[in-house]
């Protein structure tokens, strides 16, 4: 009777205990902060410096229900939300019609012109800010919501780009000539087609872009003097300046400032995994 190898165990489970035990040290990075920002919000400043990791006694929610009460917190939420819906609409449709030109589409210049966009990646925003600045002003987009989604938009582009072609290169060439067989011209196959198959994508790109505008903070403190237009990190940093003395109220408006940007991600949180995935098999 012949006894079956069997291979052995060690060098696998091992892999997974370690692999578990890294998600874990991340996570535990990453909530910790959280939570101590959280709690911390509930605390007044004399419980931060005697009892800062433990739970608040007694509990504070005037921290954060002053912050909910306040008419500009509310404000720069409009704003952020405002400026970061523009952006993505833009970019996601400006993009969308590039990687499908770029996937689809043999003309010559065509992987140069893709390179050029791909470069962008490599364009650091603080480089550009001061020429940046001058057009905006010579334009009339100073204080003017429309200077922070153009140049938004234009620093999205290249990675949107680069995800949308790799799904839309994946797509079968059959489904496009059946669809122009039935008569489709090319920009029916593209919004017909290919848009809805690539939602996993489109929500992927949607997602970046939305957290990405939500948090960007250098650019708003460049276009923004008037603070009616001040969006949530520029309210955040005024707020520290403000209540500098008072770090649990800090804690609590910047706690509330990332449940937008949290709560969205939360939501699109299997979209954009899925769409990744997508992207980078079709790719």
Same mark, same amino acid.
Do not use: C, D, K
């Given at each position: 009777m012949s006894s079956r190898r069997r291979r052995p165990a060690g060098p696998s489970r091992a892999k997974g205990v370690s692999l578990h035990l890294l998600a874990g040290t991340l996570a535990v990075l990453v909530l910790v902060p959280l939570l101590f920002g959280l709690l911390g919000g509930f605390k007044d400043n004399a419980q931060l410096a005697t009892n800062p990791f433990g739970l608040p %006694? &007694?509990?504070? &929610?005037?921290?954060? #229900?002053? $912050?909910?009460?306040?008419?500009?917190?509310?404000?720069? $939420?409009?704003?952020? /939300?405002?400026?970061? @819906?523009? #952006?993505? /609409? @833009?970019v996601v449709g400006l993009s969308a019609l590039a %990687?499908?030109? !770029?996937?689809? !589409? %043999?003309?010559?210049?065509?992987? @140069? @012109? !893709? #390179? $050029?966009? #791909?470069?962008?990646?490599? !364009? &650091?925003f603080a480089v550009a800010i001061l020429p940046l600045f001058v057009l905006m002003r010579a334009f009339g987009l100073l204080d003017n919501p429309l200077g922070v989604v153009l140049v938004q938009a234009a620093f999205g582009l290249p990675m949107t780009i680069i995800i949308l072609r790799g799904f839309f290169a994946g797509v079968p060439r059959e489904v496009e000539e059946a669809a122009v067989i039935d008569g489709c011209t090319p920009f029916g196959v593209f919004w017909r087609i290919l848009l809805p198959m690539a939602r996993p994508a489109l929500a992927t790109v949607s997602v970046l872009a939305i957290v990405a505008s939500w948090n960007n903070f250098f650019l708003p403190l460049a276009v923004f003097n008037d603070p009616d237009w001040w969006t949530v990190p520029l309210g955040v940093q005024q707020f520290q300046g403000q209540y500098s003395s008072d770090i649990a109220r800090t804690l609590a408006y910047v706690v509330l400032a990332m449940v937008p940007a949290l709560g969205f991600y939360a939501v699109a949180e299997r979209h954009l995994i899925s769409g990744l995935t997508a992207g980078a098999t079709k790719g």
């Open positions: %006694a &007694p509990w504070h &929610p005037e921290n954060y #229900t002053e $912050v909910l009460a306040s008419g500009s917190f509310w404000r720069q $939420v409009a704003n952020s /939300v405002l400026i970061a @819906l523009a #952006t993505t /609409v @833009l %990687a499908f030109a !770029f996937a689809r !589409f %043999a003309f010559r210049g065509r992987e @140069l @012109l !893709f #390179t $050029v966009f #791909t470069a962008g990646l490599m !364009f &650091p």
